[in-house]
């Protein structure tokens, strides 16, 4: 572990986040705006590869965990009264619970099943919110009556120093000795089993840590929308997305998940005035990346070390 | 080492019983191993002795019986927690983490199942660096497992089994894929973890490979016991005899002057192919004539698989095969197949929730349907249970009859050459008996080519013509089959 601190990896990351955090005194609030919501996607897609690429599971509905955590923070804060911090840290906790619940069933089950049981929780929890629209909003969404910060180089540090310090805690993590457990249990399961770990147990770790964070992120992106509605932080397609951004990124590498979620939204954004053409393009580079390069954009040069 | 080579056995297996569904795969073993002894379980493939071996380290629940360490039984325990007691396992095929260091992946076994553990400990590197160089990787300890040779490889799996001291050391086909050097350095590591008052515990496919490092041999066959004592011992034994080589064969072959085709039908030429760093062919040559029925006889692991995916077109190979006078170098294996040139697998392949007639039909799918319906007639005349279980799902049908469907799927194909891949695979004798009446009157009543692979001696060579004997990814043996027991019996115990 301690190598990753003489690694060229290291040194980049630094590059990039001194340089990201410049960014406030010479970019537009627009651009600033874009990479917020970027960022709190950063986080999003980081769990997801602690899932997918160390304990080898893929949760296909990551927005159960995020829908948990924004709309627990969310109602705390409209209905309850609140105060924002108290709402963001229950908003996580309930997506730890909420992760608890799911997975200790679903860790039970084998192969493609764990990942249709994380897919029909994600269509439960939508139609929970659309049922209880007293509650929840439903489908117009739920107005969050406090915000983060209404300047948006603040929001912007905000977000910048949030998948920061979460990078920081997933990778290490991810390269720690429980990591390293970690993704022996994923990679060969009953051999992990017979040199004495409890998968279970690790998975369902996994699962938890993955939870807090999504729930944590997605409480602060709330916070910073103003609103929750199934569109940005529940449906289907947003989960999408995140694997989308996981898997371009890179798998098994964490912090490539976050460079793969900023690229979508900023080439989402960028390719805006081509229409309806936008989504194409992004899915198309996508699906390249998928098929020719399947271990995404850090996953590439990270074997290539390995090889070497 | 005096202390721990006390008389009572570390590990006592009683009535062990393992079933899947109806079928039961250990019925009652009961052995004993004692500290700074090798024992080894034997057995053909499909006798049971992997089953058995999971079964005590709890990766597979044992159904029945107790397995005794030290005193307690651990069966129905987890595989992590019975690990915890002291046991370690050898795999033969593993994944090892290829981002880390070898030295990082033997760590990993000594890591405790704790989720609090987040710097590595100082003293466990140290540990792990002990380790390396003891199963001798400590040349490679900083490189990642893809740079390393196979060899290397299945080093670092004996590291990881023995890193956490384990009182019982569990060895899954200690010898497979590796050369007869290194056969030599890996007996002497195991017999150094006999040396140290470990239980050791061998599964292999036969006495032969095993027998100058166990001290003491059980072999199985169909899931039973069927002998144990020392390895001279059981090789002598007339019913471990019979399940190998079979008892008075009676061979039936036609001289291969009397096949007429001056260039055979079928000529596999120099072929090798390599599993990635693994050689499972080694310059393989055979060729089979027209209506010639060829044996290839080998144990698990020598390559009969391999040979017979590569002439199916399923794996790269360098060499030549050549189908009469034409080179199958790429044609896709849809092609050869549909060509005429058909393999039943040895996993026989079925698709479990169609019906026995929905697979015969896709079978015989290229046929135009009176000649379909012709061959299907000419079918159940040869499998007449086929035609009784017509409307079952195939996964419901016993082990023979899933075998018979097999190879009547294949026969749908109105195959010019027939491979067919370990027929008799788990299979009770009552149904060998079945399936080699098929075979004599598919021998006697068409000119289909057949060419068999097999390590039961017994079905292999009453209606072979002539038998080539594969051992080490190397034809080594070639002959006719009255000669093999005197010429090629002795090494195949």
Same mark, same amino acid.
Request: aromatic share 8%; glycine share 10%.
């Given at each position: 572990?301690?190598?990753?601190?003489?690694?060229?990896?290291?040194?980049?990351?630094?590059?990039?986040?001194?340089?990201?955090?410049?960014?406030?005194?010479?970019?537009?609030?627009?651009?600033?705006?874009?990479?917020?919501?970027?960022?709190?996607?950063?986080?999003?897609?980081?769990?997801?590869?602690?899932?997918?690429?160390?304990a080898g599971e893929?949760?296909?509905?990551?927005?159960?965990?995020?829908?948990?955590?924004?709309?627990?923070?969310?109602?705390?804060?409209?209905?309850?009264?609140?105060?924002?911090?108290?709402?963001?840290?229950?908003?996580?906790?309930?997506?730890?619970?909420?992760?608890?619940?799911?997975?200790?069933?679903?860790l039970r089950?084998r192969?493609?099943?764990?990942?249709?049981?994380?897919?029909?929780?994600?269509?439960?929890?939508?139609?929970?919110?659309?049922?209880?629209?007293?509650?929840?909003?439903?489908?117009?969404?739920?107005?969050?009556?406090?915000?983060?910060?209404?300047?948006?180089?603040?929001?912007?540090?905000?977000?910048?120093?949030?998948?920061?310090?979460?990078?920081?805690?997933?990778?290490?993590?991810?390269?720690?000795?429980?990591?390293?457990v970690l993704?022996a249990s994923g990679q060969d399961p009953v051999q992990a089993g017979a040199l004495g770990f409890n998968i279970v147990k690790h998975k369902l770790a996994a699962?938890?840590?993955?939870?807090?964070?999504?729930?944590?992120?997605?409480?602060?992106?709330?916070?910073?929308?103003?609103?929750?509605?199934?569109?940005?932080?529940?449906?289907?397609?947003?989960?999408?997305?995140?694997?989308?951004?996981?898997?371009?990124?890179?798998?098994?590498?964490?912090?490539?998940?976050?460079?793969?979620?900023?690229?979508?939204?900023?080439?989402?954004?960028?390719?805006?005035?081509?229409?309806?053409?936008?989504?194409?393009?992004?899915?198309?580079?996508?699906?390249?990346?998928?098929?020719?390069?399947?271990?995404?954009?850090?996953?590439?040069?990270?074997?290539?070390?390995?090889?070497? | 080492?005096?202390?721990?080579?006390?008389?009572?056995?570390?590990?006592?297996?009683?009535?062990?019983?393992?079933?899947?569904?109806?079928?039961?795969?250990?019925?009652?073993?009961?052995?004993?191993?004692?500290?700074?002894?090798?024992?080894?379980?034997?057995?053909?493939?499909?006798?049971?002795?992997?089953?058995?071996?999971?079964?005590?380290?709890?990766?597979?629940?044992?159904?029945?019986?107790?397995?005794?360490?030290?005193?307690?039984?651990?069966?129905?325990?987890p595989a992590h927690?019975?690990?915890?007691?002291?046991?370690?396992?050898?795999?033969?095929?593993?994944?090892?983490?290829?981002?880390?260091?070898?030295?990082?992946?033997?760590?990993?076994?000594?890591?405790?199942d704790?989720?609090?553990?987040?710097?590595?400990?100082?003293?466990?590197?140290?540990?792990?660096?002990?380790?390396?160089?003891?199963?001798?990787?400590?040349?490679?300890? @900083?490189?990642?497992?893809?740079?390393?040779?196979?060899?290397?490889?299945?080093?670092?799996?004996?590291?990881?089994?023995?890193?956490?001291?384990?009182?019982?050391?569990?060895?899954?086909?200690?010898? /497979?894929?590796?050369?007869?050097?290194?056969?030599?350095?890996?007996?002497?590591?195991?017999?150094?973890?006999?040396?140290?008052?470990?239980?050791?515990?061998?599964?292999?496919?036969?006495?032969?490979?095993?027998?100058?490092?166990?001290?003491?041999?059980?072999?199985?066959?169909?899931?039973?016991?069927?002998?144990?004592?020392?390895?001279?011992?059981?090789?002598?034994?007339?019913?471990?005899?019979?399940?190998?080589?079979?008892?008075?064969?009676?061979?039936?072959?036609?001289?291969?002057?009397?096949?007429?085709?001056?260039?055979?039908?079928?000529?596999?030429?120099?072929?090798?192919?390599?599993?990635?760093?693994?050689?499972?062919?080694?310059?393989?040559?055979? @060729?089979?004539?027209?209506?010639?029925?060829?044996?290839?006889?080998?144990?698990?692991?020598?390559?009969?698989?391999?040979?017979?995916?590569?002439?199916?077109?399923?794996?790269?190979?360098?060499?030549?095969?050549?189908?009469?006078?034409?080179?199958?170098?790429?044609?896709? /294996?849809?092609?050869?197949?549909?060509?005429?040139?058909?393999?039943?697998?040895?996993?026989?392949?079925?698709?479990?929730?169609?019906?026995?007639?929905?697979?015969?039909?896709?079978?015989?799918? @290229?046929?135009?349907?009176?000649?379909?319906?012709?061959?299907?007639?000419?079918?159940?005349?040869?499998?007449?249970?086929?035609?009784?279980?017509?409307?079952?799902?195939?996964?419901?049908?016993?082990?023979?009859?899933?075998?018979?469907?097999?190879?009547?799927?294949?026969?749908?194909?109105?195959?010019?050459?027939?491979?067919?891949?370990?027929?008799?695979?788990?299979? /009770?004798?009552?149904?060998?008996?079945?399936?080699?009446?098929?075979?004599?009157?598919?021998?006697?009543?068409?000119?289909?080519?057949?060419?068999?692979?097999?390590?039961?001696?017994?079905?292999?060579?009453?209606? $072979?013509?002539?038998?080539?004997?594969?051992?080490? $990814?190397?034809?080594?043996?070639?002959?006719?089959?009255?000669?093999?027991?005197?010429?090629?019996?002795?090494?195949?115990?």
């Open positions: 572990m301690m190598s990753f601190f003489k690694s060229p990896l290291f040194g980049i990351s630094l590059i990039l986040v001194i340089i990201a955090a410049t960014l406030p005194w010479y970019v537009s609030g627009y651009i600033l705006g874009l990479l917020t919501v970027a960022y709190y996607f950063g986080v999003f897609a980081m769990s997801w590869d602690l899932l997918f690429g160390f893929v949760n296909f509905g990551p927005t159960f965990l995020i829908g948990t955590g924004a709309y627990t923070a969310g109602i705390l804060n409209n209905h309850f009264g609140l105060p924002m911090y108290p709402c963001i840290a229950l908003g996580a906790l309930g997506a730890v619970i909420a992760g608890f619940v799911l997975a200790l069933p679903a089950v192969g493609p099943y764990f990942g249709l049981t994380t897919l029909v929780a994600v269509l439960i929890l939508q139609s929970f919110i659309v049922v209880f629209a007293d509650l929840t909003g439903g489908e117009i969404g739920l107005t969050i009556p406090d915000v983060l910060s209404i300047d948006a180089g603040v929001n912007y540090w905000i977000a910048l120093s949030f998948m920061v310090i979460s990078a920081a805690i997933l990778f290490g993590l991810s390269q720690s000795p429980v990591g390293l993704q699962f938890i840590v993955s939870a807090f964070f999504s729930g944590l992120s997605g409480a602060l992106l709330v916070f910073y929308f103003g609103t929750a509605s199934v569109g940005t932080v529940v449906d289907i397609a947003v989960g999408v997305q995140v694997i989308v951004a996981a898997v371009l990124g890179g798998r098994r590498t964490v912090l490539g998940a976050a460079l793969g979620a900023i690229f979508l939204i900023v080439a989402g954004e960028f390719l805006r005035p081509t229409g309806e053409l936008a989504t194409f393009i992004v899915s198309a580079v996508a699906l390249v990346v998928i098929l020719f390069f399947p271990g995404g954009f850090l996953g590439s040069v990270l074997s290539r070390e390995a090889r070497s | 080492m005096s202390s721990t080579q006390s008389t009572a056995p570390v590990l006592e297996v009683r009535g062990l019983t393992k079933k899947f569904g109806g079928l039961t795969a250990v019925k009652n073993l009961n052995f004993d191993v004692h500290g700074g002894e090798i024992f080894g379980l034997i057995g053909p493939n499909g006798s049971g002795k992997s089953t058995a071996m999971k079964a005590i380290m709890g990766i597979e629940r044992p159904t029945e019986g107790t397995v005794r360490f030290q005193g307690h039984d651990v069966a129905g325990m927690r019975i690990a915890r007691q002291g046991f370690g396992m050898v795999f033969q095929h593993s994944r090892p983490l290829n981002r880390q260091t070898v030295l990082e992946n033997i760590m990993v076994a000594l890591l405790p704790s989720l609090l553990m987040l710097f590595p400990d100082k003293a466990l590197t140290e540990r792990a660096k002990w380790i390396a160089e003891r199963v001798g990787l400590g040349e490679v300890m @900083h490189r990642r497992p893809p740079t390393l040779p196979f060899a290397d490889l299945r080093r670092l799996e004996l590291a990881k089994a023995i890193a956490r001291d384990p009182k019982v050391v569990l060895v899954d086909e200690p010898f /497979a894929g590796l050369t007869l050097a290194e056969v030599g350095t890996f007996s002497d590591l195991i017999r150094s973890f006999r040396d140290e008052g470990r239980a050791v515990m061998l599964v292999d496919h036969n006495v032969k490979s095993v027998a100058a490092l166990v001290d003491r041999v059980l072999a199985m066959y169909l899931g039973e016991e069927i002998a144990t004592g020392r390895a001279d011992e059981v090789m002598r034994n007339e019913t471990v005899r019979r399940v190998y080589l079979g008892g008075a064969i009676e061979t039936s072959a036609r001289p291969e002057a009397n096949f007429t085709d001056k260039v055979p039908l079928l000529q596999v030429e120099n072929v090798s192919v390599h599993y990635g760093k693994a050689q499972a062919l080694d310059n393989v040559s055979i @060729h089979v004539h027209q209506g010639e029925f060829v044996s290839i006889v080998g144990l698990n692991g020598a390559g009969k698989t391999t040979l017979f995916n590569t002439i199916s077109g399923f794996l790269p190979y360098t060499g030549e095969i050549v189908r009469d006078g034409e080179k199958l170098r790429g044609t896709s /294996a849809a092609k050869i197949a549909r060509s005429g040139l058909v393999q039943c697998p040895e996993t026989r392949e079925l698709f479990g929730e169609m019906t026995v007639r929905e697979n015969l039909d896709l079978g015989g799918q @290229h046929l135009d349907p009176a000649e379909q319906q012709k061959q299907l007639e000419w079918l159940f005349d040869l499998f007449p249970i086929l035609k009784q279980r017509q409307g079952q799902m195939a996964q419901t049908l016993s082990g023979g009859e899933q075998q018979m469907l097999a190879i009547g799927r294949a026969l749908m194909m109105k195959p010019k050459i027939l491979i067919l891949d370990e027929p008799t695979l788990g299979l /009770a004798p009552v149904i060998l008996e079945l399936l080699s009446k098929a075979l004599e009157k598919l021998r006697q009543t068409t000119p289909i080519t057949v060419l068999l692979g097999e390590q039961n001696v017994t079905f292999a060579l009453p209606h $072979a013509d002539r038998v080539y004997v594969l051992e080490h $990814a190397r034809i080594v043996w070639e002959g006719d089959p009255g000669r093999f027991a005197a010429e090629a019996g002795e090494g195949y115990l």
